[in-house]
């Protein structure tokens, strides 16, 4: 921490001395409105756009002397149609917004609008700016966060919206299943059968285990609490068994009405059963102490699919706090997900204080304003200008980190360290160059440059995918290689402190933009001493073959995206990549995201399976959670890769995906044509497909509230698909009857989410923020007719123009209403409610 304590303190030392000069004006009274006016304005493909910027203080805000910055995902033209400002390009995601000659005084209670044009169109409440702060000339290293931010709601119209109507239609099929018919263990076991008796739960049950289950037994304590009491019931027994021949994973689970018995070999498996025995448990049992809690009994044979079960959480663009992190272990411990896959790095923030480079998390882990990067990074994804934020600032010390291995490994949960490189690294880049400084300035020259992962003199001009401009670690320096030695010696000492299993690092791989080294001295210094390096392509290959080589001397495996296993080439002149043949006998683990369909890489994955990469499927298609659950307004989320609600992680066949995919990106129809010519999975390829992930990128992730919302209960559908068995719809030849087996198991799978799995995670860990879909609503005959995805939540509605609430009208039959205006909305058992949907009766 001395880096940061120092510059605060230099900062702290500065604001008092120029705060004489600086205008008596409070920049948290200036709010902000945004909004869209038009789309495909003033060109096919941009968007025309305004913020207005209102003074809700007693001061007057001066028309110069102040600069405004803030984020933007997406380009923004710097000359503003309504002429009072100028917006500057500055990194990354940072702009600039400038008052011009025309911008006059904003007195107290005064507006002023800026319109301005954003090179892409809108579609959804991510596309627009956010985090504004305000800097004073006079006082250039200080940022001041404005007040409150809000944004106006825009109605679309483009190809692919969601309207109330369509989601009506998708609903309309989901039947109420009664719940005595639904399965009661969660996901989906192997075997599966109900006796129609009941066991009782209550303060006399017992517990016994195996001692080689002794630890297991621990996992009780999470079940639903009883009251003490008198009670009639005879004393009934839990036992956790040794069995042979069970497997690593695989377990029974046999509930009579005297005893529970759950069998496995290992303790894995005995954890497995555990959680199955609590999903068995009725929900209701978790909202309130009861004296007994009856549990139907059930026998049930049970193992997973996949043996690597994995969610990715990236912590590095916005910070998640470790009690958020061992919360989300026990939603993915319910639900048997078996490896957490930490982005523990990227351009915005380095997240693991490391002993020996602590100036990674002493200027990599702090965001405020800055425009040099030297005492901390930028503000980036509207975390603002004041460093004292709970997202852009944030790390997990060693204390913190070994505490979440341990509790993960008690859940039975591998944890995955990523640190990515060599792109995505803007915050090693700035913090070793800090140290840098800061020895240069002691006069230990050579100790200043050991760490090093750029070079001043290299002035190759790229720009990554995200605007990045200087965010790509230099892998011709000798000392890159010092510190990622370092970085792996500083990871593998916490896990060993932990006690925690580590076979592999992830060192990422993905997003090197063209035209990177090119100007690099330490390059052409290699290219000159290598004949093998004749292009910065081969840097490529010398890297990770180094990186390899480095973890393999721990006895690690080497874990990184796809390109990472790719070797660039060409056919008929045109660019393209194949599977790298010199990694393969190394037995690289390669997480694939990019299916992206239309790209021309849906068969990547495959590709590398078949040639005998070691695969897991990390389909942006169907297994991004940061993506926008579909094509609305109100929906947040990035839409790059798809739109991706529920049924796509539940849809998804992963040794086969093509055929379950029916829209393109854009949520328009599929033209299947682009499948021609791929790459299926052959058996051998199967035999190399190790498991799938599911991952949550941090750009749109400014809370835990948020994270919750985009996670569950997509996480659910995913978890059916990384435990359950091959579905028979999946493995139907016959396309009629393929679509009426899915149809079928959706509806199932959706009332034993609504009336089973929701209502737990309403209560569990102090409940989670799942997303509750919005109500699909038509017009028909003059009545309002709506519906909901999940059978179980209570659809409320209004006449009077205003949002429903819990104490609103409960819909269970159409509505007539003469009035203009009717609005619905859907609530868990809890009262959280959905976004509202509206339709007017004209």
């Known amino acids: 921490m001395r880096l940061f304590l120092v510059a605060m303190m230099i900062c702290l030392v500065f604001t008092q001395a120029s705060a004489q000069n600086a205008p008596k004006f409070n920049a948290h009274d200036l709010s902000v409105n945004w909004e869209v006016i038009q789309n495909d304005k003033p060109a096919n493909g941009q968007s025309l756009n305004a913020v207005t910027i209102t003074n809700n203080g007693k001061s007057t805000l001066p028309a110069s002397g102040w600069k405004m910055y803030f984020n933007s995902a997406r380009l923004v033209q710097q000359t503003t149609p309504t002429g009072n400002a100028k917006i500057d390009f500055v990194n990354g995601d940072l702009f600039s917004l400038t008052p011009t000659s025309t911008f006059t005084d904003l007195k107290p209670g005064a507006s002023v609008r800026i319109e301005f044009v954003d090179e892409d169109l809108v579609v959804n409440v991510t596309d627009g700016p956010e985090g504004f702060y305000l800097v004073w000339d006079n006082q250039p290293d200080k940022g001041y966060n404005l007040g409150e931010f809000a944004h106006k709601d825009f109605k679309p119209n483009y190809p692919g919206l969601i309207t109330p109507e369509i989601i009506y239609n998708q609903n309309k099929n989901i039947t109420d299943v009664p719940e005595a018919q639904l399965t009661k263990v969660f996901p989906t076991p192997v075997n599966y059968k109900e006796t129609g008796e009941k066991f009782n739960y209550t303060s006399k049950t017992q517990f016994k285990a195996d001692p080689k289950f002794e630890k297991e037994l621990k996992n009780f304590n999470h079940i639903p609490g009883i009251t003490e009491g008198k009670t009639s019931d005879p004393a009934t027994i839990i036992n956790i068994n040794y069995k042979p021949g069970l497997g690593d994973e695989g377990y029974e689970l046999s509930v009579k009405p005297d005893a529970v018995t759950i069998s496995a070999t290992n303790p894995a498996g005995a954890f497995y059963g555990i959680q199955s025995f609590k999903t068995l448990i009725p929900p209701s049992a978790y909202s309130h102490l009861e004296r007994k809690i009856e549990i139907p009994c059930v026998e049930v044979k049970d193992e997973p699919r996949f043996a690597y079960r994995a969610f990715m959480l990236d912590v590095g663009r916005n910070f998640q706090p470790k009690a958020e992190v061992e919360k989300l272990l026990d939603v993915m411990a319910l639900y048997k997900l078996n490896v957490l896959h930490m982005h523990l790095t990227e351009d915005e923030g380095w997240r693991l204080a490391l002993p020996s480079l602590p100036e990674l998390t002493e200027v990599g882990a702090h965001r405020g304003h800055t425009l040099d990067s030297k005492n901390h990074l930028p503000a980036s994804h509207g975390s603002g200008g004041d460093v004292n934020n ?136 290699l290219k000159a001493n290598h004949p093998e390096i004749q292009s910065t392509s081969d840097l490529w290959y010398y890297f990770y073959g180094r990186v390899n080589q480095l973890v393999k001397t721990k006895g690690l495996v080497l874990s990184g995206w796809e390109e990472m296993a790719l070797r660039r080439t060409t056919l008929d002149g045109n660019p393209v990549y194949i599977p790298n043949p010199d990694f393969m006998p190394e037995h690289l683990q390669t997480e694939v995201w990019n299916n992206t369909l239309g790209d021309g890489n849906e068969d990547l994955a495959y590709k590398l399976a078949n040639a005998g990469y070691k695969v897991v499927l990390t389909c942006v298609t169907n297994l991004y959670f940061d993506m926008a659950h579909y094509k609305s307004f109100d929906e947040p989320g990035y839409y790059w890769g798809a739109f991706s609600d529920i049924d796509k992680p539940f849809s998804f066949i992963p040794y086969d995906y093509f055929k379950n995919s029916k829209v393109d990106r854009n949520g328009l129809p599929l033209n299947r044509n682009i499948f021609i010519g791929k790459q299926r999975l052959t058996d051998y390829g199967k035999s190399n497909i190790i498991g799938i992930q599911s991952a949550v990128w941090g750009e749109n992730i400014k809370s835990t509230q948020r994270l919750e919302y985009m996670l569950l209960p997509r996480l659910l559908g995913f978890a059916e698909r990384a435990w359950a068995k091959d579905p028979d719809w999946a493995t139907e ?14 509806v199932n799978f959706l009332n034993v989410l609504g009336k089973r799995e929701l209502p737990r995670l309403d209560y569990i860990d102090g409940g989670f923020g799942y997303r509750i879909p919005k109500p699909g609503v038509i017009l028909q005959n003059g009545k309002y007719l709506a519906n909901e995805q999940f059978p179980g939540l209570t659809i409320r509605y209004t006449t009077n123009g205003k949002d429903p609430d819990t104490k609103s009208s409960i819909y269970n039959n159409p509505v007539t209403n003469e009035k203009s205006i009717v609005k619905f909305k859907a609530f868990d058992n809890k009262g959280r409610g959905s976004n509202v949907t509206e339709l007017v009766n004209q």
């Open 733 to 746: 030849k016959d396309p009629a009857k393929s679509d009426a087996l899915y149809d079928q198991a959706w």
């Open 390 to 525: 709970t997202t852009g600032t944030g790390y997990y010390t060693r204390a913190d980190y070994i505490e979440i291995l341990k509790y993960a490994n008690n859940l039975h949960i591998t944890v995955v360290p990523e640190i990515e490189s060599p792109g995505h690294a803007r915050a090693a880049i700035k913090a070793m160059n800090a140290r840098y400084d800061r020895l240069m300035a002691e006069g230990k020259k050579d100790e200043a440059s050991r760490y090093l992962l750029s070079d001043p003199n290299d002035k190759s001009d790229y720009s990554s995918n995200q605007y990045w401009k200087d965010n790509i670690i230099d892998v011709s320096l000798p000392s890159t290689y010092n510190f990622v030695e370092t970085v792996i010696g500083d990871i593998v000492s916490i896990y060993k402190e932990a006690g925690a299993p580590l076979n592999t690092i992830n060192f990422g791989g993905d997003e090197v933009p063209a035209h990177v080294w090119e100007k690099s001295p330490a390059y052409l210094t």
